[in-house]
C-alpha cells in the first residue's frame, strides 16, 4: 500500500508575503504539497502567490487546485504556470478543473467535458515544448516550457473518463464511500485503455472535505453540510453509495444558502438546513471528529486497495488567519496530531 504524499489547499491568502510565509510554515510542518483555487473574487492572483511562495521555500510542492478553461485560456494558464515552475525550480503541479466558484461568481457556466479535456491536451503539449495548432496561420509554441503534471480533479464519470484519457493524473473530488472511490477508479481506467495509454501509469488524488473539530455535533452539522454540496452537483454520487434524499427538492434549498452548501459562510448553519440527511451521508462524503476519528477515518479509507499518490484533506470550515486563531490551527494539528498515525499505520500494513 502506497503512503501518499500530503497536501494543503487552505492557506493565508490575506497579502503574496502573508501566502508565502505561511507556505513556509507548512513546509516547516512536514506538508508535501500547497494548493490554492485560482478564483479571482476569493483571493490575490493565483500565479503571482505562487511565485511568491516559490521564493519563500524550498522542498514543498507548489499548484492551484483547480484552474478551469473558463475564465483563463489554456494558453495563458500554461504560460503562467510555466513561469511558476521556472522560479520553484522544478517543484510545480498543476490541477485543473471543470471550473467551481471561479465560474458560477462570475455569472459563468462551468466547462464542458470536451472543453476540459481539449484544454487539457492543449496545455500538456505547450508545456511539453510542442507545437500546438490553434487555427492562426503557424503552430503555437510556449517559449518557455516546462515539462510537469498536470491533473484533472473530478467527480462526474464523464469528467473521471476524460481524466484517464489525458491527464497525468487525477484528483478524485467524490467522498471516501468506497462504491464511489472504486467506481471513479473504474472510470479514469476505462479511460486510459480508450485513449491506448497504461492505465496503471495515471497516478490518482483524493481530496476528502475534512472537519477537524472536537465537537462532535458540530462536526456532524458541518459534514451534512457536505453531503448536501455534493448532491446539488453530483446527486449520482448518492445512488452509488445507496444514499436517498428524504428531504425538500435541493433547487428549494439553494436559496438557503450562498454560493452553495459547500461555501456557505457558516456551516453549521448550512448543516441545520438538511439535518434530515443520515449520518451515513455525512460519512459518505468528508471525515470529520477530533483528531483520533479523522485519522481512523483516514486510514479506512486509505485502506481500501487504491493506491493513492497525493491525499488532500481539505479544511472545513476555512481556517481563520494565523493571527485571528485560538489555540493550534489546523495546518498544525493535523500536521502534528492527525497525518503521523496515518503514515505510521499505512507504513505497518506494508511491512
Same mark, same amino acid.
Given at each position: 500500500?502506497?503512503?501518499?504524499?500530503?497536501? &494543503?489547499?487552505?492557506?493565508?491568502?490575506?497579502?503574496?508575503?502573508?501566502?508565502?510565509?505561511?507556505?513556509?510554515?507548512?513546509?516547516? #510542518?512536514?506538508? *508535501?504539497?500547497?494548493?490554492?483555487? *485560482?478564483?479571482?473574487?476569493?483571493?490575490?492572483?493565483?500565479?503571482? #502567490?505562487?511565485?511568491?511562495?516559490?521564493?519563500?521555500?524550498?522542498?514543498?510542492?507548489?499548484?492551484?487546485?483547480?484552474?478551469?478553461?473558463?475564465?483563463?485560456?489554456?494558453?495563458?494558464?500554461?504560460?503562467?504556470?510555466?513561469?511558476?515552475?521556472?522560479?520553484?525550480?522544478?517543484?510545480?503541479?498543476?490541477?485543473?478543473? !471543470?471550473?467551481?466558484?471561479?465560474?458560477?461568481?462570475?455569472?459563468? =457556466?462551468?466547462?464542458?467535458?470536451?472543453?476540459?479535456?481539449?484544454?487539457?491536451?492543449?496545455?500538456?503539449?505547450?508545456?511539453?515544448?510542442?507545437?500546438?495548432?490553434?487555427?492562426?496561420?503557424?503552430?503555437?509554441?510556449?517559449?518557455?516550457?516546462?515539462?510537469? $503534471?498536470? %491533473?484533472?480533479?473530478?467527480?462526474?464519470?464523464?469528467?473521471?473518463?476524460?481524466? @484517464?484519457?489525458?491527464?497525468?493524473?487525477?484528483?478524485?473530488?467524490?467522498?471516501?464511500?468506497?462504491?464511489?472511490?472504486?467506481?471513479?477508479?473504474?472510470?479514469?481506467?476505462?479511460?486510459?485503455?480508450?485513449?491506448?495509454?497504461?492505465?496503471?501509469?495515471?497516478?490518482?488524488? &483524493?481530496?476528502?472535505?475534512? +472537519?477537524?473539530?472536537?465537537?462532535?455535533?458540530?462536526?456532524?452539522?458541518?459534514? =451534512?453540510?457536505?453531503?448536501?454540496?455534493?448532491?446539488?452537483?453530483? $446527486?449520482? /454520487?448518492?445512488?452509488?453509495?445507496?444514499?436517498? %434524499?428524504?428531504?425538500?427538492?435541493?433547487?428549494? #434549498?439553494?436559496? &438557503?444558502?450562498?454560493?452553495?452548501?459547500?461555501?456557505?459562510?457558516?456551516?453549521?448553519?448550512?448543516?441545520?438546513?438538511?439535518?434530515?440527511?443520515?449520518?451515513?451521508?455525512?460519512?459518505?462524503?468528508?471525515?470529520? @471528529?477530533?483528531? +483520533?476519528?479523522?485519522?481512523?477515518?483516514?486510514?479506512?479509507? /486509505?485502506?481500501? @486497495?487504491?493506491?493513492?499518490?497525493?491525499?488532500?484533506?481539505?479544511? !472545513?470550515?476555512?481556517?481563520?488567519?494565523?493571527?485571528?486563531?485560538?489555540? $493550534?490551527?489546523?495546518?498544525?494539528?493535523?500536521?502534528?496530531?492527525?497525518?503521523? !498515525? !496515518?503514515?505510521?499505520? /499505512?507504513?505497518? *500494513? *506494508?511491512?
Amino acid at each position: 500500500m502506497t503512503t501518499p504524499a500530503f497536501g &494543503l489547499n487552505r492557506f493565508d491568502f490575506s497579502s503574496p508575503d502573508a501566502f508565502a510565509t505561511d507556505v513556509a510554515r507548512a513546509e516547516t #510542518l512536514g506538508w *508535501d504539497y500547497a494548493f490554492l483555487a *485560482d478564483s479571482q473574487f476569493r483571493r490575490h492572483d493565483t500565479y503571482v #502567490l505562487l511565485a511568491f511562495a516559490a521564493r519563500e521555500t524550498s522542498t514543498i510542492h507548489l499548484g492551484p487546485l483547480i484552474v478551469n478553461p473558463v475564465t483563463r485560456h489554456p494558453t495563458v494558464t500554461a504560460g503562467s504556470i510555466a513561469t511558476v515552475d521556472v522560479v520553484s525550480q522544478g517543484r510545480t503541479i498543476l490541477g485543473i478543473g !471543470i471550473g467551481d466558484t471561479a465560474v458560477r461568481l462570475a455569472g459563468l =457556466k462551468p466547462a464542458r467535458v470536451a472543453t476540459l479535456e481539449h484544454s487539457t491536451r492543449t496545455i500538456r503539449a505547450l508545456l511539453h515544448g510542442e507545437d500546438v495548432d490553434l487555427g492562426v496561420d503557424r503552430p503555437a509554441r510556449l517559449p518557455h516550457p516546462r515539462p510537469m $503534471p498536470v %491533473w484533472i480533479a473530478a467527480a462526474g464519470p464523464r469528467s473521471l473518463r476524460a481524466a @484517464g484519457r489525458v491527464a497525468d493524473g487525477v484528483f478524485i473530488r467524490a467522498g471516501t464511500h468506497p462504491a464511489n472511490l472504486h467506481a471513479a477508479v473504474d472510470a479514469i481506467r476505462a479511460g486510459a485503455q480508450e485513449a491506448g495509454r497504461d492505465p496503471d501509469s495515471i497516478r490518482l488524488g &483524493l481530496v476528502v472535505h475534512t +472537519a477537524l473539530e472536537d465537537d462532535p455535533q458540530r462536526a456532524l452539522l458541518m459534514a =451534512k453540510s457536505m453531503a448536501a454540496g455534493y448532491y446539488e452537483y453530483s $446527486p449520482h /454520487l448518492f445512488d452509488l453509495a445507496g444514499l436517498t %434524499w428524504d428531504g425538500p427538492d435541493i433547487h428549494e #434549498l439553494q436559496s &438557503l444558502v450562498h454560493p452553495d452548501f459547500h461555501h456557505h459562510p457558516d456551516l453549521v448553519e448550512s448543516g441545520r438546513i438538511v439535518d434530515f440527511l443520515p449520518d451515513a451521508a455525512a460519512d459518505a462524503f468528508s471525515i470529520h @471528529g477530533n483528531s +483520533a476519528e479523522v485519522a481512523a477515518q483516514f486510514i479506512e479509507a /486509505l485502506s481500501q @486497495g487504491i493506491d493513492f499518490d497525493i491525499v488532500v484533506p481539505h479544511p !472545513i470550515p476555512n481556517p481563520p488567519p494565523p493571527g485571528e486563531q485560538d489555540g $493550534p490551527s489546523y495546518m498544525e494539528r493535523m500536521a502534528r496530531e492527525v497525518i503521523p !498515525i !496515518i503514515r505510521n499505520a /499505512l507504513s505497518e *500494513d *506494508d511491512n
